[in-house]
């Protein structure tokens, strides 16, 4: 069975840094690109950003909303890609979930999706 | 800074058809833009429906189809049923590896 699952949410204080995983498993992770999306409590969906497979270096693109405070990452022999966030702001509280393209092509889908992990930024 | 525009809401009664639009603040979609649509039911993830504009995802009744119409992405329903009441959202490539979601449109069935 195709799935991901993300673990690492919780409360963090304004400011600080909080690192989320994705667990692969069903396929072949290392030829897939690895995307992170959030969804504030109500909201629509909001692409974060993405990191694509050894082939093409790892090359990793984001949001502007996020830039410069966030990285992805991966390590392909876990089957896991990583979120780590910095200088958390109350406007990143969300549930983020992380989802695949196969392939590492515009021409294909998010699919699966995770059901997410909650982050919550307050003091 | 370009914006990708959906409809807040929409409504559709049973057994009819309803196409749910996307497009751009600024400029035109085209196919360039790799138009995907998902469906979210409240509390579950998103499923894949449509993709490069107008593949459907595994799984997906034909009822469900995606083009370009106009200016923008679209995706008809045909014969819309009591379970497609959902959020759908469109996403387009905007190249630089970057992706944008629309905010999303809420289709209710009654």
């Known amino acids: 069975e195709v799935q991901l699952v993300e673990s690492g949410g919780g409360l963090v204080q304004p400011g600080g840094s909080l690192k989320l995983s994705c667990a692969a498993s069903?396929?072949?992770?290392?030829?897939?690109?690895m995307h992170w999306v959030r969804q504030a409590s109500g909201k629509g969906l909001e692409w974060v950003g993405r990191i694509r497979s050894k082939a093409d270096n790892y090359a990793t693109a984001y949001a502007e909303s996020v830039k410069g405070r966030f990285t992805i990452s991966r390590d392909d022999s876990k089957n896991t890609a990583y979120l780590q966030m910095d200088s958390l702001t109350t406007e990143d509280t969300a549930v983020y979930l992380c989802?695949?393209?196969?392939?590492?092509?515009?021409?294909?889908?998010?699919?699966?999706w995770g059901q997410g992990t909650l982050v919550t930024v307050s003091s | 800074q370009t914006v990708v525009a959906q409809e807040p809401s929409f409504s559709v009664s049973p057994g009819g058809t309803v196409t749910l639009t996307c497009g751009l603040t600024?400029?035109?979609?085209?196919?360039?833009?790799?138009p995907s649509w998902y469906q979210q039911t409240p509390g579950q993830a998103p499923r894949a429906l449509i993709y490069n504009t107008k593949t459907r995802s595994s799984g997906v009744p034909d009822r469900f189809s995606g083009s370009i119409l106009g200016n923008k992405a679209a995706l008809t329903i045909t014969g819309a049923q009591a379970n497609d009441e959902s959020d759908y959202y469109c996403?387009?490539?905007?190249?630089?590896?970057?992706?944008?979601f629309g905010g999303g449109t809420k289709l209710t069935v009654l």
């Open positions: 600024s400029g035109s979609v085209s196919t360039s833009y790799y």
């Open positions: 989802t695949r393209v196969e392939g590492d092509t515009a021409t294909k889908e998010f699919d699966p």
């Open positions: 069903g396929f072949i992770f290392s030829g897939s690109a």
């Open positions: 996403v387009l490539f905007m190249g630089s590896g970057i992706w944008v």
